[in-house]
């Protein structure tokens, strides 16, 4: 049986809004001089990190919940693998659609 390039798709983005911040304060933090307190520059970029997860999470998490609900369809319809995949990428989906509409409700990051 085929996997759901669906299924997959939905769940690599569900990801994207953790893996994308890591990598680029990962590359901040590696391409620094040396003379430079790495404590304070993660201490300032912590800030940033959660606001890029904030603002990222809702316009790849749609998607992707949009493409998760497709794919459980197409999934069920063709007798597809790939169902774990499709319910584990709704669940992060959600999970970030929901801290995005709370910090909303709070002002957003920046109140």
């Given at each position: 049986m085929q996997?759901?390039?669906?299924?997959?798709?939905?769940?690599?983005?569900s990801?994207?809004?953790i893996?994308?911040?890591?990598l680029?304060?990962s590359?901040?933090?590696?391409?620094m001089?040396?003379?430079?307190?790495?404590?304070a520059?993660?201490?300032?970029?912590s800030?940033?990190f959660?606001?890029?997860?904030l603002?990222?999470?809702f316009?790849?998490?749609?998607?992707?919940?949009?493409?998760?609900v497709?794919?459980?369809?197409?999934?069920?319809?063709?007798?597809?693998?790939?169902?774990g995949?499709?319910?584990?990428?709704?669940?992060?989906?959600?999970i970030?659609?929901i801290?995005?509409?709370?910090?909303?409700?709070?002002g957003?990051?920046?109140?």
């Amino acid at each position: 049986m085929q996997k759901s390039k669906l299924a997959i798709v939905c769940f690599v983005l569900s990801l994207l809004p953790i893996v994308i911040p890591i990598l680029l304060l990962s590359w901040t933090i590696i391409t620094m001089p040396g003379d430079i307190n790495i404590r304070a520059i993660t201490g300032g970029f912590s800030y940033i990190f959660f606001s890029i997860i904030l603002y990222m999470s809702f316009w790849f998490t749609v998607p992707s919940i949009i493409l998760g609900v497709v794919s459980l369809v197409k999934i069920k319809k063709n007798k597809l693998k790939g169902k774990g995949f499709a319910i584990a990428g709704l669940i992060i989906s959600t999970i970030f659609v929901i801290i995005f509409l709370l910090m909303l409700l709070q002002g957003g990051p920046y109140a």
